[in-house]
Nanobody, 126 residues
């Protein structure tokens, strides 16, 4: 069983920045593809960004390209999501997700991932 714990959410004004982190409890973290999803009120859980086990492959949802950056620190069992130029539409509960795959792959669907964190709230005021 892998536990994921998100941190870094909060309230920020439009145009501001936040950095989310996700810590994973796994000895084989380096084999995991990781991703961030978000759920806005009344909406489905949507893909935001994903990163392969090596960190060499990243994918982003179109609306966050150029503003968000996903990264990972395998030595620390962590991933991060740097969010810049935040907009009110980015307001959501942000979830970290993981799946042990051991290959160069990033999934963009919630059903692709086995482990989930509890989420961290990001609120962007206008």
């Amino acid at each position: 069983q892998v536990q994921l714990v998100e941190s870094g959410g909060g309230l920020v004004q439009a145009g501001g920045s936040l950095r989310l982190s996700c810590a994973a409890s796994s000895r084989t973290f380096g084999n995991f593809a990781m991703a961030w999803f978000r759920r806005a009120p009344g909406k489905e859980r949507d893909f935001v960004a994903g990163i392969s086990w090596s960190g060499e492959t990243t994918e982003y949802e179109d609306s966050v390209k150029g503003r968000f950056t996903i990264s990972r620190e395998n030595a620390k069992n962590k991933i991060h999501l740097q969010m810049n130029s935040l907009k009110p539409d980015d307001t959501a509960l942000y979830y970290c997700a993981a799946i042990e795959v051991g290959l160069e792959w990033v999934g963009e669907y919630p059903t692709s991932y086995e482990y989930w964190g509890q989420g961290t709230q990001v609120t962007v005021s206008s």
